[in-house]
């Protein structure tokens, strides 16, 4: 199982960024994945999460400004993240969970300037 996170980069406040998450090894469209993101000192936090439904649920603090898809003809799930602000610079993870473990991507930067 091998998820990658890309789409990660430097963007001012307010600006957008669209995240995937290609993975394989696995039966993508009947997974449940999610967008974690983590600080330096600090634990990884839930951002979004997609069924196979697909029905999605999101962290608070990203209500309304992003939003969580997949593609299952491209075994891919997405994040995009619109009005990204300061407190939204982190990396930013990928996760399933699949025979009794969860499985990580690399996670790719996500900077936001003020």
């Known amino acids: 199982v091998q998820l990658q996170a890309s789409g990660g980069g430097l963007v001012q406040a307010g600006g957008s960024l669209r995240l995937s998450c290609k993975t394989s090894g696995i039966n993508f469209k009947i997974h449940t994945l999610s967008w974690y993101r983590q600080t330096p000192g600090n634990e990884r936090e839930l951002v979004a999460t997609i069924t196979s439904g697909p029905s999605s649920d999101y962290a608070d603090s990203v209500k309304g400004r992003f939003t969580v898809s997949r593609d299952n003809t491209r075994n891919t799930m997405y994040l995009q993240m619109n009005d990204l602000q300061p407190e939204d610079t982190a990396v930013y993870l990928c996760?399933?969970?699949?025979?009794?473990?969860?499985?990580w991507g690399q996670g790719t930067q996500v900077t936001v300037s003020s």
């Open positions: 996760t399933t969970f699949w025979r009794s473990r969860n499985y």
